[in-house]
């Protein structure tokens, strides 16, 4: 266990909804890191926020947006989905000074 | 454009052989490379890392090899045993703001009894 968490676990949904995802990071980590892992490819690093603010982005679509709030939990919200949005998310936190990231266990995202 | 990468999307091993997992990165900023071991259905999982100014780090039955000349990392684990079954993800910090990290596509280690 990593000590961090995400909800949902799985989440279904239909094209042009919107959702949102959750993440608590490790007690005492001001980092926050979202990653998408579609089928047969790596982990793509989408955003990452540092204490409240945005530090640095990836490739993440317009159509997506998170957020870090006082007390570190983040959420990322993704809208007008598309059946190619289907993928794992994964959130990692890592305390500061660090680059090592430790991974939650996912969020399963299913567009139907 | 630059990407972290593997050679080799599979490796099918004997238990208690060893396993070697190769990876060529091609980012010469990049400075911190780091090993991840993701099972099936979970989260990846920190095996082991290494600084640019290291060449070899040892862990509990891992080994990280870092050759810059080359632009080579490798992953080398001793006794392989049916649980290190998963896909291995090498990855970097690349030169872009923040720490995010840089993944490969990944290698998936398959160990037979």
């Known amino acids: 266990d990593s000590g961090v968490t995400q909800t949902p676990k799985h989440l279904i949904t239909a094209t042009g909804q919107r959702v949102t995802l959750r993440c608590s990071p490790r007690?005492?980590?001001?980092?926050v890191y979202w990653y998408q892992q579609s089928l047969d490819q790596g982990l793509q690093f989408l955003i990452q926020?540092?204490?409240?603010?945005?530090?640095a982005k990836g490739n993440i679509l317009e159509r997506f947006s998170a957020q870090q709030f006082p007390d570190l939990h983040s959420e990322l919200n993704l809208s007008s989905l598309e059946l190619g949005d289907s993928a794992l998310y994964f959130c990692?936190?890592?305390?500061?000074?660090?680059?090592?990231?430790?991974f939650g266990p996912g969020t399963r995202l299913t567009v139907l | 454009g630059e990407s972290v990468g593997l050679h080799l999307p599979t490796l099918s091993v004997q238990e208690g052989d060893n396993s070697i997992i190769n990876c060529a990165y091609s980012n010469s900023a990049s400075d911190y490379f780091i090993w991840y071991k993701q099972e099936s259905g979970k989260g990846p999982q920190f095996i082991i890392d290494?600084?640019?100014?290291?060449d070899k780090r040892q862990g509990q039955r891992v080994t990280v090899l870092l050759n810059k000349t080359v632009k080579h990392l490798s992953l080398q684990i001793a006794a392989t045993q049916p649980g290190d079954s998963a896909v291995y993800f090498c990855?970097?910090?690349?030169?872009?703001?923040?720490?995010?990290?840089?993944f490969g596509k990944g290698t998936t280690l398959s160990v037979s009894s």
């Open positions: 926020y540092y204490n409240g603010e945005e530090r």
């Open positions: 290494i600084r640019s100014n290291m």
């Open positions: 007690s005492g980590d001001l980092s």
């Open positions: 990855a970097e910090n690349g030169d872009q703001a923040g720490t995010a990290l840089i």
């Open positions: 990692a936190s890592s305390p500061w000074g660090s680059n090592e990231q430790f």
